[in-house]
């Protein structure tokens, strides 16, 4: 299957705002939930929060609530992370990835490319 | 919060060789909300195994995931070049889902 696209790279100072994106293709898009994962440079995965595209309903990483908004588009298939005010703590590879919930297991199984995020003065 | 705490951290091993690679949850977690990912240098992770033991699709026979309650297993029955990466096991069971700090395969 077509892994997810995702926007590209992005160079920011800090306090300005940011939307990158994540488009899927190829699969009926609002009956799939979509999620967001951080990686810090040289660092491991985080789970940010997940949303489902379907009503837009979102369940955030406490860590992440209220520093970052996620929403969805299901008339062009594509999922949003948005910052209102970075920070250079933001520097990371955003990826979303899609989720698979079956009865025997629950698993992300399309990823997009990540998308870089620099935050610098 | 369910803290997944992977080890070892790095795992020195040659091609061939064994690795079992340990997932401990500080609660319990339902077997069908246990993952395993495979991450390779710039490169997005990819699922292994899901539901604690279940083969995603493409994945090749050596790759087998068992466990149960707080502790999971991911071993590799014979390490492949392209093997050589570092895997994550992540939990499902309870908001936030987390990941473990991951484990290194390297070659000796």
């Known amino acids: 299957e077509v892994p997810l696209v995702q926007s590209g790279a992005e160079v920011r100072k800090p306090g300005e705002s940011l939307t990158i994106s994540c488009q899927g293709s190829?699969?009926?898009?609002?009956?799939?939930?979509i999620t967001w994962v951080r990686q810090m440079p040289g660092k491991g995965l985080e789970w940010m929060g997940r949303?489902?595209?379907?009503?837009?309903?979102?369940d955030y990483n406490s860590s992440f609530q209220g520093h970052v908004t996620m929403s969805a588009d299901k008339s062009v298939s594509t999922a949003y992370l948005q910052w209102s005010s970075l920070k250079a703590a933001d520097t990371a590879i955003y990826y979303c990835?899609?989720?698979?919930?079956?009865?025997?297991?629950?698993?992300?199984?399309?990823w997009g490319r990540g998308t870089l995020v620099t935050v610098s003065s | 919060e369910i803290v997944l705490t992977q080890s070892p951290g790095t795992l020195s091993l040659s091609p061939g060789e064994r690795a079992t690679l340990s997932c401990r949850a500080s609660?319990?977690?339902?077997?069908?909300?246990l993952a395993w990912y495979q991450q390779k240098p710039d490169q997005a992770p990819r699922v292994l195994i899901y539901?604690?033991?279940n083969r995603a699709t493409g994945i090749p026979d050596r790759f087998s995931g068992s466990g149960s309650g707080t502790d999971f297993t991911l071993t590799i029955s014979r390490l492949e070049p392209e093997d050589f990466a570092v895997y994550y096991c992540?939990?499902?069971?309870?908001?936030?889902?987390?990941f473990g700090q991951g484990t290194k395969v390297e070659i000796k």
């Open positions: 949303i489902d595209p379907f009503d837009s309903y979102t």
């Open positions: 609660q319990s977690v339902n077997n069908i909300y």
């Open positions: 990835a899609r989720v698979i919930r079956l009865g025997w297991g629950w698993y992300f199984d399309l």
């Open positions: 992540q939990q499902f069971g309870h908001s936030p889902w987390t």
């Open positions: 190829g699969y009926n898009f609002p009956n799939y939930w």
């Open positions: 539901g604690a033991s």
